[in-house]
């Protein structure tokens, strides 16, 4: 019962900004929208999240559309060492616990 | 901070044997979860922990899983008897309390099982 859609891969060149897009049309008002990536052989490790207005941190930034629909991750310079799989995922609250529903994600591949 | 701790990293099994997988997620997270990622899928939600109660198993296969989270820290995810497609990683993550990092999970490196 997955929640996001994101295309199954994108390719991007080395030192240049990845837009990764997610839509997420079931979205409700108290859903957080949150992004992860998965390294080979790792566990997803966390990149940014937010509600409603952009976001920025060291790793990336999150834009949300103005509906909540849709986000997109932002890369601002790709690194070979950005390669992974991205996934969006939304936080749902339910009654007394959060649930996390991952999408599957979109592969990276960043060229030199 | 230390991360989240499994074991094994690696498991191979004939199908109808049993297994068992170990959590230690990072200390003071409260909320513990198992997940199931199939190779090329991404991570399915089997189990979630707040301290040592369960408050969600609705996609845990209970015929043939079981968790158990003893004293709210460690977790132990077993299956058996295991199936072919049972072959997957399993990963298990620890949520961050209340405060700026909230519900921000962390992952641990993943249990990858092969089933025979």
């Known amino acids: 019962d997955a929640k996001t859609t994101q295309p199954n891969s994108m390719e991007s060149n080395e030192e240049e900004p990845v837009h990764l897009p997610c839509n997420h049309s079931?979205?409700?008002?108290?859903?957080?929208i949150h992004w992860y990536r998965q390294l080979p052989s790792q566990g997803p490790e966390y990149v940014i999240h937010g509600l409603t207005s952009n976001v920025n941190n060291r790793m990336a930034s999150l834009a949300i559309a103005e509906d909540r629909k849709s986000s997109t991750l932002i890369l601002h310079r790709a690194t070979l060492r950005d390669a992974a799989v991205y996934y969006c995922?939304?936080?749902?609250?339910?009654?007394?616990?959060?649930?996390?529903?991952f999408g599957s994600g979109t592969k990276l591949n960043v060229k030199p | 901070e230390a991360g989240v701790a499994q074991s094994p990293r690696y498991k191979i099994i004939e199908k109808r044997q049993s297994v068992a997988f170990w959590c230690n997620p990072i200390s003071g997270h409260a909320t513990l979860y198992w997940y199931q990622q199939i190779l090329g899928q991404g991570p399915k939600l089997l189990i979630q922990?707040?301290?040592?109660?369960?408050?969600?198993d609705s996609q845990l296969p209970k015929d043939r899983f079981s968790a158990e989270r003893l004293k709210g820290v460690d977790s132990t995810l077993k299956i058996q008897p295991a199936k072919l497609e049972d072959s997957a990683v399993y990963l298990c993550?620890?949520?961050?309390?209340?405060?700026?990092?909230?519900?921000?999970?962390?992952f641990g490196a993943g249990s990858r099982l092969t089933v025979l």
């Open positions: 079931t979205i409700s008002g108290t859903d957080y």
């Open positions: 995922i939304l936080r749902v609250s339910l009654y007394n616990f959060n649930k996390f529903y």
């Open positions: 922990f707040q301290n040592n109660g369960v408050v969600d």
């Open positions: 993550a620890s949520r961050s309390p209340g405060g700026s990092g909230a519900n921000v999970l962390t």
